[in-house]
């Protein structure tokens, strides 16, 4: 029997996938695994038990990702499965922040109360809150993973000219990117050319305020600009800036701070991005299946912190070593096993900046005798026999 503990509400269409040799829910102690959303866990403290964390989302912020990976805890994340939820929002920010829809639905509340004058005053009125189409406008894409893929796409389908920067464009997201957006490798041509502007990229030091008063220097007058990944891509105090100049005619932004709420120009949506049934239904079911596969074959998928790596099953018993990236570690822990008259019928292994995964599927093995022999290696962090 496997326990699996869940932080916020999870998708109950996602936590089906659990049969019935497990135990979910929020009171599960000494838990094997765990299904997190948006609360913080760098404070919490994991029982010795834990072996995997799933992210039903795609940001790992609230989780302590370097504690985990020296504990021996896998933390997987949801990528994809709330894109389209995120892309519509996208969407729908390029055009609210284009028709001054927002600005235009308060002044009309402002006319309650004025009877058969309304339709007069709206008329009048009106032509303070006209803007352009997106159809003909050029659109940048800065990341073109899951969500900036199916931006690009949508805005092709709308007849936006797109353009598409990503320096680390996967081979899957290059094969789902329409063929008519442009691949610039120039970050600040996107910044030159674009009429609308949206990130989808980590916040990591190298993105950090990404967007700040040299990059909107560049920029044509009048951009609008759409951050749906993180608010510190964006500098807030230079958006600001560029908004009280005209440079940038909004800022659509669902990572709202205390420095842009009630600017003129800003567009502060509430962290929508993916709060949709369908989101939440879809990241709750890939990070169970994730969990599934771990727990049960060891295989990694969607990883954070680890090497993504998956083998199918060829003998009944599998050792999961979870390692330091260090010399000669593969050859201890295979010499030990050899040593221990177990033999390896099928063996993977791969690392990740210092961390390292080894899977060897074996037959003839004493399980207690190998756990002992493999935990006075220096290096190792966590063995599994499954």
């Known amino acids: 029997m496997y326990k699996i503990k869940t932080y916020n509400k999870i998708s109950k269409i996602g936590l089906v996938a659990f049969d019935d040799k497990y135990t979910v829910g929020d009171e599960v102690e000494n838990a094997d695994g765990a299904i997190v959303r948006s609360a913080a866990l760098h404070d919490v403290e994991f029982p010795a038990s834990l072996k995997a964390i799933a992210r039903a989302g795609a940001g790992t912020n609230n989780i302590p990702i370097e504690r985990c990976s020296e504990q021996g805890i896998v933390v997987f994340n949801t990528p994809g499965a709330n894109a389209n939820a995120v892309k519509e929002l996208v969407i729908a920010g390029m055009l609210i922040s284009s028709r001054r829809v927002v600005p235009a639905i308060e002044w009309a509340k402002t006319l309650k109360g004025q009877g058969d004058e309304v339709g007069k005053l ?37 007849g936006m000219t797109v353009y598409g920067y990503d320096p680390y464009l996967s081979v899957n997201s290059a094969w789902n990117l329409t063929h008519n957006a442009v ?46 990944a993180r608010a510190g891509l964006v500098n807030s105090s230079d958006i600001k800036a560029a908004l009280e100049s005209g440079k940038v005619a909004a800022y659509v932004t669902d990572f709202p701070t205390d420095e842009v709420l009630d600017v003129d120009g800003v567009i502060a949506i509430p962290h929508l991005g993916a709060s949709t049934p369908e989101s939440e239904d879809n990241c709750a079911a890939m990070a169970a299946k994730e969990l599934i596969d771990y727990i049960e074959n060891g295989n990694i998928t969607n990883s954070v912190n680890l090497p993504e790596i998956a083998m199918p099953r060829s003998s009944e018993k599998r050792i999961c070593v979870i390692h330091k990236n260090i010399p000669n570690m593969l050859n201890s822990i295979t010499g030990i096993v050899a040593k221990n008259n177990v033999n390896i019928e099928n063996m993977l292994n791969k690392s990740r900046g210092d961390f390292a995964y080894t899977i060897l599927d074996v037959s003839g093995i004493d399980e207690n005798e190998i756990t002992e022999t493999l935990s006075a290696v220096d290096g190792i962090i966590r063995i599994r026999i499954i």
């Open 122 to 158: 709206v008329e009048k009125g009106k032509s303070a809150f006209a803007g352009p189409e997106i159809k003909g406008k050029t659109l940048g894409v800065i990341g073109l993973g899951a969500i900036g893929v199916l931006v690009a796409n949508a805005a092709n389908h709308l």
């Open 183 to 228: 691949h610039i490798y120039d970050i600040n041509e996107i910044f030159k050319k674009c009429d609308y502007i949206t990130v989808h990229v980590p916040l990591l030091d190298s993105t950090k305020n990404m967007i700040n008063k040299d990059s909107l220097a560049m920029m044509k007058d009048g951009v609008r600009i759409l951050n749906f």
